[in-house]
């Protein structure tokens, strides 16, 4: 679930195009009740017995007329989402920041507000402190007819559902009626709101009552369930947004394409507009003019279904995660035609294919450093991000015909969360020593300035103390990059941007450490202005050449930099050009000959992609790999 009022997405995949809502059939009419009416306190206070919600595995005996009386319209308005995502102050979610302009790569998929289908609704339901939460759900087919799919963490008592839910109506005069649940059914290792791999069992069946002699299925069609085919898939997300960020109280659909959930058995989508309410809701990979089609997963899973960013964050509303579909899904659908309650025993989460993750984990990475740090002869990608972690993404063997953009193959973590790496203010890889892996550069936010040999799927290795903290000097060194300067054909030769805007080189760090100091410019304001510096190869002078990203958005490569000083500026990227919301700017030879000459840019909105060739006459071939 998401926020606000508890109104569960719904996703339906039409491959582009979007159905309406069909018209038809009659409320359901219900006998009368013998029941206990509902929503009447006890002693103190305290919920009365009637209102205690049921134990798992039921919502308690209850008519269509007990439920029109619970859930009273003020019940109804006062529903919220059960995901337990953060709120911002004051309970409602912030209108999301703009993104950068300017930039193709930030085009993303927008949701729209349209009738409905009569297929998926609203669930509405309490939590054992009685606080009224909303869903959406689905109609599905099942022998019984009275069978419907939310998302796991939407499941609690005295829950009803609302298919082609009308905000305009009451309850009783809801056109496809309303249907208490009967049954519940979730697997029984499923941790509401996790963010473990069991968050890939978040899904849930309930078995709604049958009334007037119909049957749910009758009503309003059942929808078919079909495995997950893979990660990329063509989907329409259809739902009910709270109404906070959704005026005309109306469901919303995105056509958009899914991808990998980095770490789980999980798809993605980024489609703006999914604000609190959209959990459970189904993702179609088919749509008929009936209004039912087939289903390869719902909202929900890590987090209760979205990133774990507070509800200022654009990422908030836009990105949503759903199941994979496979063989627990299957057991449990079997389980609720059939009225059983099996274990399917502990988890073991099946190895998702690798995935560098998406945008809003992208916007995290504070730091990155490329080097061959496992021995593939391709660049490997060292990252720190903004809570102290460090993970190296490698790039494992190449052969002919390995996808551009697939450059990582698996993902280490070198340190968690808090980590030394938190104070890790600069970074650059490097070759100290003709054996053995690449290493690693640091300078500290104390001014201490390190030196490691060697770096793998281990960690950082050999650490050498080029310079001691609070140095006075060294405190200064705003930007570093490590490339073949020199004769040497290591590359281990410093390059430092210091604060005042003044360049210079240290010659071969892998034998001499900090020696003497080339000064290639003296203080000059122009430097200041350097945001990314990296070394790499592009025009093919006997040594390496610079790359600088300035802040108007200008790149300029600067070739056979060595301790005489700069040759040879060469413009790559205009000025103003969308280079101006690059954030982070690494050098490697991530795909082709095994030649430093890519370029890999971390943009202000958390898309990832790289230039592939770079060379004197300018970018080419950008391969998006994340957004």
């Known amino acids: 679930m998401r926020t606000s009022r508890m109104r569960c997405l719904v996703a339906a995949v039409t491959f582009g195009s979007v159905l309406a809502l069909g018209s038809g059939a009659a409320a359901v009419a219900a006998g009368p009740s013998t029941s206990?009416?509902?929503?009447?306190?006890?002693?103190?206070?305290?919920?009365?017995?009637?209102?205690?919600p049921a134990p798992s595995g039921t919502s308690g005996s209850w008519s269509v007329d007990d439920a029109l009386r619970f859930w009273t319209p003020e019940r109804v308005a006062s529903a919220t989402a059960p995901s337990g995502r953060a709120m911002p102050p004051g309970g409602k979610p912030a209108a999301p920041k703009p993104a950068p302009r300017g930039l193709a790569r930030d085009k993303r998929d927008v949701s729209t507000s349209f009738p409905g289908i009569k297929s998926v609704g609203m669930l509405f339901a309490v939590d054992k402190d009685m606080r009224s939460h909303f869903c959406s759900a689905s109609s599905v087919q099942s022998g019984n007819r009275n069978l419907m799919l939310t998302a796991g963490h939407c499941t609690n008592s005295k829950a009803v559902f609302v298919p082609g839910y009308d905000p305009a109506k009451s309850l009783k005069e809801q056109p496809y009626g309303i249907w208490p649940v009967e049954e519940w059914f979730v697997d029984k290792r499923y941790e509401k709101n996790s963010m473990k791999a069991e968050s890939d069992l978040d899904f849930a069946f309930a078995r709604v009552k049958s009334s007037d002699g119909r049957n749910l299925q009758d009503v309003v069609g059942g929808n078919t369930l079909t495995r997950t085919p893979g990660f990329t898939n063509d989907v329409t997300v259809i739902g009910y947004p709270s109404v906070g960020h959704?005026?005309?109280?109306?469901?919303?659909?995105c056509a958009t394409r899914t991808g990998p959930l980095a770490g789980f058995n999980q798809m993605r989508i980024d489609c703006a507009g999914m604000w609190g309410g959209v959990s459970g809701g189904p993702w179609f990979a088919k749509l008929d003019d009936s209004g039912t089609g087939q289903i390869i997963?719902?909202?929900?899973?890590?987090?209760?279904?979205?990133?774990?960013v507070p509800g200022s964050d654009p990422m908030y509303n836009r990105i949503s995660y759903s199941p994979m579909y496979g063989d627990r899904f299957f057991q449990l659908y079997d389980d609720a035609q059939n009225g059983r309650h099996t274990d399917a025993g502990?988890?073991?989460?099946?190895?998702?294919?690798?995935?560098?993750?998406?945008?809003e984990r992208w916007q995290q990475a504070r730091l990155t450093a490329s080097g061959d740090f496992t021995g593939s002869g391709h660049s490997d990608l060292f990252v720190v991000w903004n809570d102290g972690s460090a993970t190296l993404?490698?790039?494992?063997?190449?052969?002919?015909?390995?996808?551009?953009?697939t450059p990582f193959t698996t993902e280490y973590k070198i340190?968690?969360?808090g980590s030394v790496w938190k104070h890790a203010r600069a970074i650059s890889g490097g070759r100290f020593t003709a054996d053995g892996s690449d290493g690693l550069l640091v300078r500290w936010t104390d001014g201490e300035f390190t030196q490691y040999t060697h770096v793998d799927h281990n960690g950082a290795h050999d650490e050498k103390m080029l310079a001691k903290p609070k140095n006075g000097i060294w405190e200064n060194a705003r930007l570093i990059t490590s490339g073949r300067y020199t004769g040497n054909a290591l590359r281990d030769d410093l390059l430092v941007v210091w604060a005042n805007g003044s360049v210079s080189l240290f010659s071969d760090l892998g034998s001499n450490g900090i020696g003497k100091e080339n000064q290639l410019r003296k203080a000059d304001a122009s430097w200041t202005h350097a945001e990314q510096i990296g070394a790499g190869e592009f025009t093919g002078k006997q040594t390496g050449?610079?790359?600088?990203?300035?802040s108007d958005g200008e790149a300029t490569i600067y070739s056979g930099i060595d301790t005489s000083g700069f040759h040879d500026e060469v413009k790559v990227r205009p000025a103003k050009s969308a280079w101006k919301n690059a954030q982070l700017v690494t050098v490697?030879?991530?795909?082709?000959?095994?030649?430093?000459?890519?370029?890999?840019?971390?943009?202000?909105?958390?898309?990832?992609?790289?230039?592939?060739?770079?060379?004197?006459?300018?970018?080419?071939?950008?391969?998006?790999?994340?957004?």
């Open 36 to 52: 206990p009416t509902p929503g009447t306190s006890g002693p103190s206070g305290k919920p009365a017995e009637s209102d205690v």
């Open 297 to 308: 997963g719902n909202v929900g899973g890590f987090n209760g279904g979205g990133p774990d």
């Open 346 to 359: 502990p988890y073991q989460q099946p190895q998702p294919p690798y995935s560098l993750g998406g945008a």
């Open 545 to 550: 050449d610079l790359m600088v990203r300035w």
């Open 393 to 405: 993404h490698t790039a494992g063997a190449r052969k002919d015909g390995d996808s551009a953009n």
């Open 415 to 417: 340190a968690g969360a």
């Open 246 to 253: 959704n005026p005309e109280d109306l469901p919303v659909h």
């Open 588 to 627: 490697g030879a991530f795909e082709g000959a095994i030649v430093p000459n890519d370029v890999l840019v971390r943009w202000a909105n958390g898309n990832v992609s790289y230039y592939r060739d770079v060379d004197a006459s300018g970018t080419h071939d950008e391969i998006q790999l994340v957004g």
